[in-house]
T-cell receptor, first 112, second 111 residues
Framework: DAGVIQSPRHEVTEMGQEVTLRCKPI?????LFWYRQTMMRGLELLIY????????DSGMPEDRFSAKMPNASFSTLKIQPSEPRDSAVYFC??????????FGEGSRLTVL | SQKIEQNSEALNIQEGKTATLTCNYT??????LQWYRQDPGRGPVFLLL?????KEKRKERLKVTFDTTLKQSLFHITASQPADSATYLC??????????FGKGTRLHILP
């Protein structure tokens, strides 16, 4: 298996634009997590899914953020409209209830 | 609110010595505690997991302890090497599988 795949690896956009980050989890993993990492706040949990259903989205900062998991092999995190304070590295991770999270390489977002 | 604190932002240890990292938590009841390693520009990588009813877990040069009374975990790297230099993250997992992380400790092993 290729591991968790995220795209794009880098995104530079202007304030107000829509940003869509994508994630393909490891096949057979029934949990998917989205995290955001900054120097100031560390690795923050945004939302997680079990069997494609959102379980806890209390970490989503505001209504500008939304996440979907239409099927077991794909998830998106959307920011609309984006703001400079959204600049961070966004990680997707999948999990098979064995206690080990497998992370992707992250999507580095810069909002100008 | 739930809080995870890792003892320091950065730690310098001489090669060959034991590095000890601390993770403290409040307002949380984890079923498991995990440790991850993160290298610059990469995603975190799982190292070890310890359950709430376990006191200690070992894997090669790594040792983790978990004290649910003190709400603390210690992570040890024995015979440290420059290649062990990285950021180490503590993570708590609840019974509903929600997993949250501390901010990490940057470990530098000095040759």
């Amino acid at each position: 298996d290729a591991g968790v795949i995220q795209s794009p690896r880098h995104e530079v956009t202007e304030m107000g634009q829509e940003v869509t980050l994508r994630c393909k989890p490891i096949s057979g993993h029934d949990y998917l997590f989205w995290y955001r990492q900054t120097m100031m706040r560390g690795l923050e949990l945004l939302i997680y899914f079990n069997n494609n259903v959102p379980i806890d989205d209390s970490g989503m900062p505001e209504d500008r953020f939304s996440a979907k998991m239409p099927n077991a092999s794909f998830s998106t995190l959307k920011i609309q409209p984006s703001e400079p304070r959204d600049s961070a590295v966004y990680f997707c991770a999948s999990y098979a209830n064995t206690g080990e999270l497998f992370f992707g390489e992250g999507s580095r977002l810069t909002v100008l | 609110s739930q809080k995870i604190e890792q003892n320091s932002e950065a730690l310098n240890i001489q090669e060959g010595k034991t590095a000890t990292l601390t993770c403290n938590y409040t307002n949380y009841s984890p079923a498991y505690l995990q440790w991850y390693r993160q290298d610059p520009g990469r995603g975190p990588v799982f190292l070890l997991l310890i359950r709430e009813n376990e006191k200690e877990k070992r894997k090669e040069r790594l040792k983790v302890t978990f004290d649910t009374t003190l709400k603390q975990s210690l992570f040890h790297i024995t015979a440290s090497q420059p290649a062990d230099s990285a950021t180490y993250l503590c993570a708590l997992e609840r019974r509903d599988d929600k997993i949250i992380f501390g901010k990490g400790t940057r470990l530098h092993i000095l040759p």
